[in-house]
């Protein structure tokens, strides 16, 4: 037995085993207790191996945010402020949470007259084409309401990760246009309101409970109206309190106003429903009394206005990743200091003038859609990061500190002056974060590298107060855009800073572990460090050894002493560690057997090598062609898969391809006709949903279909192993009365499940909320099918795999929205047949053969196994891709960009986190169903369990390797959200392949081969 870190050799179980038969003297509870020994360090080292994965994977699938998304947080700049009078003394914000720009722009026929087109939100309407400014809001990934917020109010755009550490606390301190306000007062939802008025003492919020945002009962526009309802209590309250009058009568006041209803609306009946279109006119008349309001109590033209949203909703009635529907939002600005609407002739002029660009790239100049209507009037676009800047300039407040929006100018009614003056604020405080980062990198880094595009950065801010003195106001707002521009790329160096290095490191470290496993497999389930000579192993350690700490020791000063030198966080260390282990420990004390083939091989001496399998005495260059030649095939297979995350109709030629290798390709010799054609159309039928739209939307007819399907599936499967067959053998299967009982309580529980799901979707539909047993009674079905997978055991193989497929059906079919079920039964078939043909086919191949010991845990594995391997990777991420076509996953770091009205048959209280278990619960049930399947195919084939999950982890990594590198940070919301899901998705699914692998070896027991033979 080859070590997974040492060089040493120690006598195997497989050693063992052959040694036996020359050493009859040797008693049978010597043989057992040191094969038992045996069995355990063996174990340990797979333990060990697993652990080792989990953790790997974990922190290299986070590395993507210190390459790509670090925290943009710096703290000790010095605020700066405009010092002249301020247009507006008081700001109101209202965010319609959850608001799509199309649907709140468009004209729609008006049901009395068709041929007339009316606006959703008049009152909005109105504004926009006689009194504002509008545009549209591009927000980023994950368009999340956290983040959203933190962009619109604070300036900055938070680190993706940050919506996984919770919704109502935060993660870290940042200012924002609260914090820099007089007096401010807020009303909304719990889950933001907390999140900028804690630690604010000047800042007043009110919240309704968190039960109140319930997904099941009558539409939740009553959200909104009770946030109308605190303003004018608000108001009406002042003429009885002095002290509350006095703040309201305050300069740099601002008023928060969060309306969910619309958010909640999109997640229960999609933003395509009248409840969504009717909530929008809510809102709008909302807007309209409180606006009126304001102005009746005050009786000046001091308060500006400011709507918008924090992200959209697309048409599943989710949101986070970058689709557009989520990243387009409104922006409607009116009232003091705010210009009124231009025509749109204007608009080339102000692109080619004051759009230097020195934000984000943004198609700027987008052509309006025809149903909105609005081409006549100029369309002012900005990032969601540069309305922070706006609000703080409209009431004469320093920007957010951390704020990297830029005042977008074209908003604005103000005198050149006062424009200016604003915009130079704006640059100093984002040249003050330059200067900040730039000092601190300095300080921490011994090999430091400025940044070349600031070195005259000192003349341009000379030319710019030059510009302003002689009140060239055009030209010193142009070269303050450029200037920004500059600071904002020089802040992306040093986010980016130690970019080439991490990279660098995270592909050793990728590299690193898939060659440990490749060369652990080879050593120890191969002819490869069987048939090697051990002698020569043996007088090389020392000299391997030598080398080994030769490299750790070379590596940890050469890394080490870099991180130190430049103050690197800890998890850079933590990267390095890997790739010393890797490359100094693991890949050294793994090499020798390899390298000794290798040479023979090179030299041309053949060695007897016999796999099952193969040929006995096929030669070592036989042998290894062939191995070369599986290699060749998984990158290409591999690599078609990283091509089907980008273009799921891949999936279907794959599922194509392997349905006619074994219908009528060389592969089908030994199958019978009928199966070949039942697999045929099972893997037709499979490759049907990949070409499914992802938009299908919920269909309670399509789930109980599959409900039906999985009881017929299930049905006749268990007539076929209780009457015809016990799995490739013609030994009938006597039933006993308990597995009756089993198996009808399985079947009847399926039926269940159904009814509850249609039932269920019926209340919420009729809105009266989420029946009280339909909720107990599927939290019941749900634990207990969960408890129930370890002790089900059937009697043999097939009978077991009824069982598991089954009890993992319940759950799948209440988590289910539209065709999902249909998948699953379809899939279950599909792997059914698998099996079957699998087991088939190589016992045929095996006959001659003679049968290995059981307790041979290391017994060899070949070209074959390594095949199935790989079938194994693509049926596992065939379930995954069907798995994004269900939801329409854009980031897997925000579980809200899943489909959350799976959930509403256990919940409809707003519970992320509750939500995302049961999301990950479903995701987590097809993954399973495959690991049970591969398991009790490797113990009926008897095939070393370890060795072929291995080959399936190292094969796996290659797709992470790529899409590390395919990770991006410019460019569209959607590209950008999508390269992040895809690297994140394909290290989570290794993840759960190394825990699946665990989870699996529990609830499959290793016993069926005794019975199976008897």
């Known amino acids: 037995m080859y070590h997974i870190f040492s060089s040493k050799i120690t006598k195997s179980i497989g050693d063992h085993s052959h040694s036996h038969s020359s050493h009859h003297h040797h008693s049978s509870h010597h043989h057992s207790s040191h094969g038992q020994d045996e069995k355990k360090r063996f174990n340990g080292k797979i333990l060990f191996i697993v652990v080792l994965g989990l953790i790997f994977h974990s922190v290299f699938a986070i590395s993507i945010f210190d390459i790509y998304f670090r925290s943009p947080l710096v703290h000790g700049m010095t605020p700066h402020k405009v010092d002249l009078p301020a247009p507006a003394q008081r700001l109101v914000l209202f965010v319609a949470d959850g608001l799509r720009a199309d649907k709140f722009y468009e004209m729609v026929d008006q049901p009395t007259d068709l041929g007339k087109k009316v606006s959703r939100a008049p009152y909005m309407r109105d504004i926009v084409e006689n009194v504002g400014s509008w545009g549209v809001s591009h927000t980023r990934v994950p368009t999340e309401t956290r983040p959203g917020h933190v962009a619109l109010i604070a300036g900055f755009y938070e680190d993706v990760s940050a919506v996984t550490k919770g919704w109502k606390s935060n993660p870290v301190e940042f ?15 719990p889950d933001i309101l907390p ?28 959200l909104d109206t009770w946030v109308f309802q605190k303003i004018e209590e608000l108001f009406s309250n002042s003429t009885k309190d002095v002290e509350l009058k006095k703040k309201l009568q305050n300069d740099k006041l601002i008023i928060f106003l969060h309306l969910l209803g619309l958010d909640t609306n999109g997640h229960a009946y999609r933003p395509y429903s009248q409840e969504y279109y009717n909530n929008i006119g809510i809102v709008d008349r909302g807007i309209k009394k409180t606006v009126q309001l304001i102005n009746d109590y005050y009786g000046d033209d001091k308060t500006a206005y ?138 921490n880094s011994y090999f430091y590298r400025q940044y070349s595009g600031l070195v005259g950065a000192d003349k341009i801010i000379g030319q710019i107060n030059t510009y302003m003195e002689n009140a060239l106001y055009d030209d010193a707002q142009v070269l303050c855009l450029e200037f920004i521009d500059l600071c904002l790329a020089g802040l992306n160096y040093f986010q980016t800073y130690d970019r080439p290095f991490l990279m660098t490191i995270i592909t050793l470290g990728y590299i690193g572990w898939i060659i440990t496993l490749c060369l652990y497999v080879v050593n120890n389930y191969t002819t490869v460090g069987f048939k090697c000579d051990k002698d020569k192993v043996e007088n090389l350690i020392p000299s391997i050894d030598k080398l080994s700490n030769y490299l750790i020791i070379t590596m940890t000063v050469l890394l080490f002493g870099f991180l130190l030198s430049n103050d690197s966080p800890v998890l850079y260390y933590l990267y390095c560690s890997f790739v010393i282990f890797f490359w100094g420990k693991t890949i050294p004390a793994n090499v020798l057997p390899f390298y000794l083939y290798l040479q023979s091989y090179m030299s041309g001496n053949g060695s007897s090598i016999s796999n099952r399998g193969t040929t006995v005495g096929q ?42 290798m074994w219908s009528v390709g060389s592969s089908s010799k030994h199958i019978a006709a009928p199966v070949k054609l039942c697999w045929l159309l099972s893997c037709l039928s499979m490759a049907i949903f990949p070409n499914i739209g992802l938009d299908y939307g919920n269909d309670t007819r399509l789930v109980c279909l599959g409900g039906i399907l999985i009881f017929a599936i299930g049905s006749f499967t268990i007539y076929y192993v209780n009457n015809r067959t016990n799995w490739a053998t013609t030994v009938p299967s006597s039933t006993s009365g308990k597995s009756k009982y089993i198996q009808g309580a399985l079947l009847v529980s399926i039926l269940f499940a159904t009814w509850l799901v249609f039932s269920t979707d019926s209340a919420l539909e009729k809105k009266i909320g989420l029946p009280y047993f339909n909720q107990l009674a599927s939290w019941v079905m749900l634990v207990a099918s969960a408890f129930l997978l370890s002790p089900l055991k059937g009697k043999h193989h097939y ?19 539209n065709y999902e079920p249909l998948f699953f039964g379809c899939f279950i078939f599909n792997l059914s047949l698998w099996m079957f043909i699998e087991v088939g086919t190589e016992e045929k191949e095996s006959n001659t053969q003679q049968q290995q010991n059981q307790d041979n845990v290391t017994s060899f594995i070949t070209q074959n196994d390594i095949t199935r391997s790989i079938i194994y990777v693509c049926l596992k991420r065939k379930i995954f891709f069907c798995y994004v076509g269900f939801f329409g996953v854009g980031n897997i770091a925000s579980i809200s960009s899943f489909e959350i009205s799976s959930t509403y048959r256990f919940t409809t209280i707003f519970d992320p986190f509750l939500m995302a278990a049961l999301l990950l619960w479903k995701i987590f049930i097809p993954l399973l169903l495959v690991s049970i399947s591969y398991s009790l195919l490797n113990n009926r084939l008897h095939i070393p369990r370890p060795a072929s999950f291995l080959i399936v982890i190292a094969i796996s ?24 899901s895809h690297f994140a998705i394909s290290n989570a699914i290794i993840i759960l392949q190394l825990l699946l692998s665990g989870v699996s070896s529990a609830i499959v027991p290793t016993s069926f081969k005794l019975k199976m033979k008897q």
């Open 306 to 443: 400011v709507f918008t949203a924090d992200h959209g909703m697309s048409n599943r009635g989710s949101h986070g990743d970058g689709e557009r529907a989520n990243t387009e939002t409104p922006l409607v600005a009116w009232g003091a200091g705010v210009r009124g609407p231009l025509s749109s002739s204007l608009q080339m002029d102000r692109v080619t003038k004051l759009r230097g660009k020195a934000r984000e790239v943004l198609n700027v100049n987008n052509e309006t859609p025809e149903n909105w209507k609005l081409h006549n009037l100029l369309r002012s676009d900005v990032s969601q990061a540069d309305i922070a800047p706006l609000m703080s300039t409209l009431i004469g407040v320093p920007c957010p500190l951390n704020s990297v929006g830029v005042l977008p100018t074209d908003y604005l009614s103000t005198d050149g002056k006062y424009t200016t003056h604003a915009l130079y604020a704006n640059t100093m405080q984002i040249w003050e974060m330059f200067k900040l980062k730039s000092t601190q990198k300095k300080e």
């Open 957 to 980: 990594d290659i797709m992470s390797i790529n899409f590390f590198f395919l990770v991006k940070d410019t460019g569209s919301w959607l590209d950008i959200g999508m390269s992040i």
């Open 195 to 222: 999140m900028f008025s804690d630690h604010v003492p000047h800042m007043t919020s009110e919240s309704y409970p968190p039960e109140a945002e319930d997904f099941g009962h009558s539409d939740a526009s009553f």
């Open 175 to 189: 200012d924002h246009v609260f914090n820099q306000s007089t007096f401010s007062f807020g009303y909304g939802s």
């Open 799 to 817: 009978q077991h795999w009824v069982y598991m497929s089954l009890a993992l059906s319940i759950p799948f079919i209440l988590l289910s929205i």
């Open 619 to 660: 030669s070592s260059s036989s042998s290894f062609i062939d191995y070369l030649k599986i290699a060749v095939f998984v990158v290409i297979f591999m690599e078609l898969l990283v091509v089907a995350y980008f273009d799921r109709r891949v999936l279907s030629v794959l599922y194509v391809v392997v349905g006619l």
